[in-house]
């Protein structure tokens, strides 16, 4: 239990730091050294990656350990436990049990001991050396005891050694953690200056979440949509959203080797995210999800699932089961906006308000889940300045993730019957451009941009045919942007 409420608190304070991109590829980086050292010295894993990230905080966050210390005394439960240790200290009970981590690892107890310290005695220390430090003079206090004690017998020499390995190892890692925020701060200058990038792509927040390149693999799980079930439907759906998406006569496995097969002979990567793509993939009792979701993430090499849905097609049952998987892999929830505007929404059929949008939001947030919106910019009657109020609503939501499209009419919808009747202006290349970056300067940078242009099936489209030339969008994107000399969050406030 005491073990549990610690690992919330932690895991809170991890989620509330502000964490910058290279700092979370060096947290994911030392929370995946420590539970190695862990797994191999078979340490209780969920202690040790409580630990892990406990001793994370502290080499990145070196200022924040009385806020961590802090955060853990506020708590009733842990100061019970803590006090309970300090007694331990006092009756030098704790020592006869360091001794013991001693033998079994020294690293991992080098961290036990560092973060038992600052539960213990927050006010106590005031850096991060001073800690370090005194855990140098306690180890080699004691294995000056165990020198005179145990001199003869083998296991002290198999001790010595492995005390010196840790110091030397100990000292190679903290030099290499230095050097390589170093490295990543001039990294960070030098992209700045010569990166055609001036937003967060996709891309790069998977490189440094997983360490290279993951694909997402586009499923069709066969769901339905209730907004279509209703009779309804959105303007602009072609109920086969995912063109790129398996064939949902196979079923999930067989689509999703198919496309790794052909993914293995473009790209080299062996991690992949599933991808629950086509129409409404919570539409369906929880039992039935649990049984497709679990179904493609226990294949190997995969490494998360991203789920698009919509923000009334989540039940609380669901949602309970959500928060679940989301502590076994990386999860994403794809939510379809579109627009803020309630007359757009009407308009489009969306069949939800924006009310209920953001209370889905606000639950999936609760749980720590993340979540990705899709918007569309050129929808009829809206704005740039409407376009632009739709990022900005979404900024203060703090969602994880956006996909922008361009409105695009597409064969046998209900769009392209009004399209033809009534005919309405569709943003030229330049006027997307040109909305595109300026909502790019009003997202927070922290925002992972999942898609910047739409990818029609040429067969398809009826219009804009400019959408067919995407990476001629996404360059002329890249230019506009250098040419204003801005970026994604420049006008964040
Ligand atoms: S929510 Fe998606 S699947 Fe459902 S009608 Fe709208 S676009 Fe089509």
Redesign the pocket.
């Known amino acids: 239990m005491v073990k549990k409420e610690l690992k919330k608190t932690i895991q809170d304070l991890l989620e509330q730091t502000p964490w910058s991109r290279n700092e979370q590829y060096l947290r994911n980086e030392l929370i995946g050294r420590s539970m190695k050292i862990a797994i191999q010295n078979q340490d209780d894993e969920n202690e040790a990656y409580l630990f892990a990230c406990l001793y994370t905080l502290l080499l990145l966050k070196k200022t924040d350990q009385n806020t961590i210390a802090c955060e853990i005394q506020k708590n009733s439960v842990l100061k019970k436990q803590a006090d309970k240790i300090k007694k331990m200290v006092n009756d030098k009970k704790l020592f006869t049990k360091l001794e013991k981590d001693m033998m079994l690892g020294i690293h991992f107890s080098s961290m036990k001991t560092i973060s038992t310290q600052i539960i213990l005695t927050h006010n106590q220390f005031k850096n991060i050396k001073e800690i370090k430090e005194k855990i140098k003079n306690y180890t080699t206090t004691l294995l000056q005891n165990f020198q005179n004690e145990f001199q003869e017998k083998p296991e002290y020499q198999n001790l010595k050694n492995e005390f010196e390995e840790w110091q030397k190892d100990d000292l190679e890692f903290e030099n290499r953690i230095n050097k390589l925020l170093k490295d990543l701060k001039e990294e960070d200058k030098v992209q700045e200056k010569k990166s055609s990038k001036r937003y967060y792509t996709l891309d790069e927040y998977y490189k440094k979440t997983f360490h290279q390149k993951v694909f997402k693999v586009s499923l069709n799980a066969g769901f339905s949509?209730p907004?279509?079930q209703n009779g309804h439907?959105?303007i602009?759906?072609s109920?086969q959203?995912g063109d790129f998406a398996g064939d949902k006569k196979d079923d999930l496995i067989t689509q999703f080797n198919t496309i790794k097969k052909k993914m293995e002979k473009k790209w080299q990567t062996n991690q992949y995210i599933a991808y629950f793509q086509v129409?409404?993939n919570t539409y369906a009792p929880t039992k039935v999800l649990k049984e497709k979701y679990e179904s493609v993430l226990s294949l190997p090499n995969v490494v998360g699932i991203d789920i698009a849905t919509?923000s009334d097609a989540i039940t609380e049952e669901t949602l309970d089961y959500l928060e679940e998987l989301n502590k076994k892999t990386h999860l994403t929830i794809e939510l379809?906006l579109q627009s803020i505007h309630e007359k757009t929404l009407q308009f489009i059929h969306r069949g939800h308000t924006l009310k209920n949008f953001e209370e889905m939001v606000l639950k999936l947030k609760k749980r720590k889940i993340r979540v990705v919106v899709h918007i569309i910019n050129g929808l009829p009657n809206e704005t740039k300045e409407m376009m632009i109020e739709t990022v900005k609503y979404l900024n203060d939501l703090q969602i994880d993730g956006i996909k922008i499209h361009m409105l695009s009419v597409i064969k046998n919808t209900p769009l392209e019957t009004y399209y033809q009747k009534k005919p309405f202006h569709l943003l030229t290349k330049e006027e997307y451009i040109d909305i595109v970056c300026s909502q790019l300067e009003y997202l927070n940078p922290q925002i992972v941009i999942h898609r910047i242009t739409g990818d029609p099936n040429k067969n398809e489209l009826i219009a804009p045919k400019w959408l067919l030339k995407k990476f001629v969008v996404l360059n002329d994107i890249d230019k506009e942007l250098k040419k204003r000399n801005t970026y994604q969050g420049k006008l964040v406030r």
């Open positions: 949509c907004n279509i439907g959105c602009f759906c109920n959203s129409a409404t919509r379809g």
